[in-house]
């Protein structure tokens, strides 16, 4: 469902908290960690909705959520998110995306703490469904929460992949979590739903499975315009 298909702010509103809350009772996210954010269509208004500062995505509420113009300026509700500079530059970088998501996903974070094979995907090709709804994931060295460099460490990343034809839906901030982003909330969801399941397969099958040939992907490209 595209942000396109709300006809009022407060449903968009809504929607956001929606998210967050069936994130949170699925323990996709903790305590304060995390955080969503969308685009506001021109009719609505305009800018972004982002949650607020500290706040628990499972106890979101719609007031609160932070709406702000395009540049940043804050419009009205809580103070915003932290991390709403590299949301911005996502969707800058990103036309298609309309919601971005961040969270410190247990299974994600556990696996970028691991040690890395050089030359080697981050997260591997191991199923199917990865490669179709997800696609090649950038690892994005660690930095302090909130450091401006992680934002043109992203972009960086998102302009490599649209040079090489391909569509990023989503990078991993080491020892953080991952940023996603969608078309609409449930699309960003569910890419991250498939990340950190994939991520799990990962710790759980040791030693790892090995990934998909080319050839297989290349059928999933071929038949399901596979993002890999």
């Known amino acids: 469902m595209s942000t396109t298909t709300f006809t009022s702010l407060s449903a968009l509103r809504d929607e956001v908290c929606r998210v967050g809350h069936s994130l949170f009772q699925r323990g ?5 960690a995390g955080n969503i954010s969308v685009r506001v269509p021109e009719d609505l208004g305009g800018g972004f909705l982002i949650t607020p500062t ?15 113009e395009a540049d940043g300026q804050q419009i009205c509700g809580d103070r915003a998110s932290k991390t709403l500079h590299l949301h911005r530059r996502i969707y800058a970088a990103v036309p298609a995306a309309q919601c971005v998501i961040h969270t410190h996903s247990t299974n994600l974070v556990a696996w970028s703490l691991r040690p890395r094979v050089t030359g080697q995907e981050w997260i591997p090709p191991i199923t199917p469904y990865f490669v179709m709804k997800v696609g090649r994931v950038p690892l994005i060295p660690y930095h302090r929460p909130g450091d401006p460099e992680v934002a043109l460490a992203v972009v960086k990343q998102v302009a490599q992949a649209q040079a090489e034809g391909r569509d990023l839906h989503a990078v991993m901030l080491e020892r953080l979590g991952p940023n996603v982003w969608g078309q609409s909330p449930a699309a960003a969801m569910a890419v991250l739903e498939e990340l950190e399941e994939t991520a799990k397969l990962c710790l759980m099958t040791q030693p790892l499975p090995a990934a998909l040939t080319e050839r297989q992907i290349g059928e999933l490209r071929h038949h399901f315009s596979a993002p890999w």
């Open 28 to 32: 996709y996210v903790h305590a304060t």
């Open 54 to 68: 500290d706040a628990c995505l499972g106890d979101l509420s719609a007031d609160a959520l932070a709406w702000v």
